[in-house]
């Protein structure tokens, strides 16, 4: 069901079209589709038997490709202990090894 206005943006082939009810994407192939919100719209998705509310304002991501880190890149704490050594040894705070925080910036 969907309420307004809710985009369903295909984010390999750039392409977006406006959702309307009953709609079913193609999955057959490697995608990465967000779905988006508008103000006063909302959606009701149904993936796999179960209903997800997409509230007003908001995105959903919905992929299955293979490339995803490409997409959203994480880090690991590896990462993470590497760029805390380098930013002590620049004269950063001191570093910690036990540093399990996910915040970060520049004071000056």
Do not use: C
């Amino acid at each position: 069901m969907v309420q307004g206005q809710v985009d369903l943006i295909n984010k390999i082939d750039l392409s977006t079209k406006l959702v309307r009810n009953r709609m079913e994407i193609d999955t057959s192939k490697e995608y990465h589709y967000v779905l988006k919100s508008g103000d006063d719209s909302w959606a009701i998705i149904t993936i796999d038997g179960k209903d997800i509310v997409l509230k007003p304002n908001s995105e959903l991501s919905l992929t299955n490709s293979k490339s995803r880190s490409r997409l959203q890149p994480s880090f690991s704490k590896s990462v993470k202990t590497l760029v805390g050594k380098v930013w002590a040894g620049m004269g950063g705070e001191p570093e910690k090894d036990d540093y399990t925080g996910s915040g970060g910036g520049v004071r000056g």
